[in-house]
Nanobody, 127 residues
Framework: QLQLVESGGGLVQPGGSLRLSCAAS????????IGWFRQAPGKEREGVSC????????NYADSVKGRFTISRDNAKNTVYLQMNSLKPEDTAVYYC????????????????????WGQGTQVTVSS
């Protein structure tokens, strides 16, 4: 069974850091672009970042550029989202997802392109 599991969420003070992990089971992440998405209370889910299957291309929402970094370790079958300089507005449930369609050396953090989703991990930024 194909499964993605997020971890690493929690409560952090403004300005702090967290690293989220997205681990796959039942399939190999090597051939999939992976995206991170988030949904804050009362808001629609939005794309945060993505990384191409090769890892050579990444994409970030303007709201997180310069603060978040996505990376992948195919040997560990895991994708990471390093989040620095966190702000209260980053509070949300964060989801990772896999795009099963090969799109070359690019990725797009667009929700409807992704086929497999994790259950999410809560990130709360508050003093």
């Amino acid at each position: 069974q194909l499964q993605l599991v997020e971890s690493g969420g929690g409560l952090v003070q403004p300005g702090g850091s967290l690293r989220l992990s997205c681990a796959a089971s039942g399939f190999t992440l090597d051939y999939y672009a992976i995206g991170w998405f988030r949904q804050a209370p009362g808001k629609e889910r939005e794309g945060v970042s993505c990384i191409s299957s090769s890892g050579g291309s990444t994409n970030y929402a303007d709201s997180v550029k310069g603060r978040f970094t996505i990376s992948r370790d195919n040997a560990k079958n895991t994708v990471y989202l390093q989040m620095n300089s966190l702000k209260p507005e980053d509070t949300a449930v964060y989801y990772c997802a896999a795009d099963a369609v090969y799109r070359g050396y690019v990725c797009y953090p667009t929700e409807n392109l992704y086929d497999y989703w994790g259950q999410g991990t809560q990130v709360t930024v508050s003093s």
